[in-house]
């Protein structure tokens, strides 16, 4: 079975400054999903941003990035000019492109610093 | 759209009880599932369903039973609580099955069994 890991149970940056948080997984498989999620305090779970495997281009949204190494089996996501608003936990997941499983890593509280 | 609604949002249980948890969306998807969250360990895969009728397991099915006889819900039955399934329950839903599209989280329903 596929597992994600996130090696970094909690981090913290400075508002405005540029934080990366870490995931690798392991799978056999070739084609699958990644994916970020956000959930803040409200337990609201958010799609932060996603990256098709099949795709060598990393994924983009706005102040959030993706440094995706499919070789290396990592999926790491980058936060420029951080905001109060970004302070949360930060989800990892893989989702499989054979079945539907999907697996999440344990989570990274991330603390953002006025 | 009210997106994925859950009910209720706090339940406290004594061991032994059963009861269920509602999910509903009323964005015509088809794919829909159940996580439980505990502290440490992210989000694990209880049961999912692929569209009315068809249901399968995740990564912790055991202790919960669910169906699907509408596009629009997916209970989650706990037929004995046990104090193991102590944790906050999340549904979320996607449109297509398997493949790398967003799922949309309820709001999530904590449970505590006694």
């Known amino acids: 079975a596929q597992t994600v890991t996130q090696s970094q149970p909690e981090m913290s940056v400075q508002e405005a400054e540029t934080v990366t948080l870490s995931c690798t997984y392991d799978t056999s498989e070739s084609d699958y999903y990644l994916f970020w999620y956000k959930q803040p305090p409200s337990r609201q779970m958010i799609l932060v941003i996603r990256q098709e495997a099949y795709k060598q281009q990393n994924a983009t949204e706005n102040r959030f990035s993706v440094n995706f190494q499919k070789a290396a089996k990592s999926f790491s996501l980058k936060i420029s000019d951080s905001q109060l608003g970004d302070a949360a936990m930060y989800f990892c997941a893989y989702r499989s492109s054979n079945n539907n499983d999907m697996r999440f890593g344990a989570g990274t509280r991330l603390t953002v610093k006025p | 759209n009210a997106g994925v609604t859950q009910t209720p949002k706090f339940q406290v249980l004594k061991t032994g009880q059963s009861m269920t948890l509602q999910c509903a969306q009323d964005m015509n998807h088809e794919y829909m599932s159940w996580y439980r969250q505990d502290p440490g360990m992210g989000l694990r895969l209880i049961h999912y369903s692929v569209g009315a009728g068809i249901t399968d397991q995740g990564e912790v099915p055991n202790g919960y039973n669910v169906s699907r006889s509408t596009t629009e819900d997916f209970p989650l039955r706990l037929l004995s609580a046990a104090p193991s399934q102590t944790s906050v329950y999340f549904c979320?839903?996607?449109?297509?099955?398997?493949?790398?599209?967003?799922?949309?989280f309820g709001p999530g329903t904590r449970l505590t069994v006694l």
């Open positions: 979320a839903s996607s449109y297509r099955r398997g493949l790398g599209d967003e799922q949309f």
